[in-house]
Nanobody
Framework: QVQLVESGGGLVQPGGSLRLSCAASGFTFSSYAMNWYRQAPEKQRELVAGISSAGYDTTYTDSVKGRFTISRDNAKNTVYLQMTSLEPEDTAVYYC??????????????WGQGTQVTVSS
C-alpha cells in the first residue's frame, strides 16, 4: 500500500521557519522524483519545489527561491522542505508528490494528504 505522510506544518509568524517532512512507503522511493505542491484557498495547486530521484537536481518556483530548500534521504524514504523567511502568502496546504515516468513516458504519481501551513501574526 502506497503512503505519503506529510508532517511539520503549523502556525508560524512572518519571518519564521518550518520544516516539512514526507515519509514514503509502499513503492521504490529512490526511483521517484519528489515534489512539494501547495494550494491556497481559492487558488490552483502549484508546484513549489522538486528534487530528482538521486537528489542531484532541484527546482523551485520563483516566489520561494532563496527561502525554501528541498532535500531527500533515500535511506529513510523521506523528503523534506525547509522553509525560512515565511510570508503570509506562503499560507496553504502543502502536498507531497511522487512521480516517475516509465520508458514509454507514462507517469505514475502518488499524493499525500497534505499538511496545513499558516503564516500569520
Amino acid at each position: 500500500q502506497v503512503q505519503l505522510v506529510e508532517s511539520g506544518g503549523g502556525l508560524v509568524q512572518p519571518g519564521g521557519s518550518l520544516r516539512l517532512s514526507c515519509a514514503a512507503s509502499g513503492f521504490t522511493f529512490s526511483s521517484y522524483a519528489m515534489n512539494w505542491y501547495r494550494q491556497a484557498p481559492e487558488k490552483q495547486r502549484e508546484l513549489v519545489a522538486g528534487i530528482s530521484s538521486a537528489g542531484y537536481d532541484t527546482t523551485y518556483t520563483d516566489s520561494v527561491k532563496g527561502r525554501f530548500t528541498i532535500s531527500r534521504d533515500n535511506a529513510k524514504n523521506t523528503v523534506y522542505l525547509q522553509m525560512t523567511s515565511l510570508e503570509p502568502e506562503d499560507t496553504a496546504v502543502y502536498y507531497c508528490n511522487a512521480r516517475r515516468h516509465n520508458l514509454r513516458g507514462v507517469a505514475t504519481t502518488y499524493w499525500g494528504q497534505g499538511t496545513q501551513v499558516t503564516v500569520s501574526s
